[in-house]
């Protein structure tokens, strides 16, 4: 069968990642970055607009040099469906600065 029709209706996931300056949220983008390079477990992400796809060849390029992820400076919610056999959710995901996060809760 394969994964569903992309052109059905999926479940949407809000994902909001706030946070501290370097406690891994980028990181942690970079890491779906490269489930969409290269599957794992029956898992795999096809990001859906250009900025994100954009976004996660940067992340990608960043650990395959061995580099941390520059600050988040990426203001958009980055878009992308996740795959799981034949079940995919469409994911909405926000990555925001952690010195935003610290500004604002003081």
Known sequence: MGVASLSAPQPLLRVQMIGGPTVGKTSFVGALALLAERPSHGYFIT???AATK???EELR???HRGQWPDKTAHPAPLQFRLHLRRKT???QLE???GEAFVAAML
């Open 47 to 49: 990001p859906t607009d």
């Open 61 to 63: 390029a960043s650990f």
């Open 95 to 97: 990555d925001f600065a």
């Open 54 to 56: 954009r976004r996660f």
């Open 89 to 91: 959710v469409a994911v």
